[in-house]
């Protein structure tokens, strides 16, 4: 697909398979911005699935792909924080 589709609004995942030796440092604060874009209603797993399948295979080698795995990885297993034993803690 091409730049600012229905999964990447701003075109920030596409371009990032763009640019020649990007790291997986640069590719992690290009994928917070792309998370924080996505509109609230989206379901970020299906569509990191979809990005996944549009760009993994034909750039097998991209750090983008470890760090949308990674991203995917993140939702399926939130970590809950605070709650009655961080509040006691506090005291």
């Not at 992690?28 to 792309?34: A, H, K, S, V």
């Not at 299906?46 to 295979?57: A, F, I, K, N, V």
């Amino acid at each position: 697909m091409r730049k600012g589709d229905i999964n990447d609004p701003k075109g920030l995942i596409f371009e990032s398979y763009r640019i020649e030796g990007i790291t997986k440092s640069e590719c992690r604060t290009i994928f917070l911005d792309w998370a924080l874009s996505l509109p609230m209603e989206k379901d970020t797993s299906e569509t990191l699935r979809l990005l996944l399948l549009q760009y993994g295979e034909v750039n097998a080698d991209h750090p983008m792909n470890e760090v949308l795995q990674e991203g995917l990885v993140g939702m399926v297993a939130p970590r809950r924080r605070g709650g009655w034993r961080s509040r006691d803690r506090a005291n």
